[in-house]
Nanobody
Framework: QVQLVESGGGLVQAGGSLRLSCAAS????????MGWYRQPPGKQRELVAA???????DYADSIKGRFTASRDNAKNTVSLQMNSLKPEDTAVYYC?????????WGQGTQVTVSS
């Protein structure tokens, strides 16, 4: 069964940290660009970070220096370490796997940052 399962969301105060994880199954993990996207309330989904199969990582300007994405190809997992969280980071965070075969999305996990 092809699926991405996110975990690690929750409620945190501004300045705090959270770590999101995404476990992939049923896909050829190594050929996928693994990404984290988020959708703030009332806004469109946006890219947060994307790690290519070779390891190169692209980040959105709004989170550079605060978030770090990583992947473990042996465990088929991808993580997002989020530090110095701000209220504007509040969103549903989605894990994404992208290859020439198409896109796969996780169900999303809520991150809420209180001021």
């Amino acid at each position: 069964q092809v699926q991405l399962v996110e975990s690690g969301g929750g409620l945190v105060q501004a300045g705090g940290s959270l770590r999101l994880s995404c476990a992939a199954s049923g896909i050829n993990f190594g050929i996928n660009t693994m990404g984290w996207y988020r959708q703030p309330p009332g806004k469109q989904r946006e890219l947060v970070a994307a790690i290519r199969p070779g390891g190169r990582t692209d980040y959105a300007d709004s989170i550079k220096g605060r978030f770090t994405a990583s992947r473990d190809n042996a465990k088929n997992t991808v993580s997002l370490q989020m530090n110095s969280l701000k209220p504007e980071d509040t969103a549903v965070y989605y894990c994404n796997a992208r290859s020439f075969l198409g896109d796969i999305w996780g169900q999303g996990t809520q991150v809420t940052v209180s001021s």
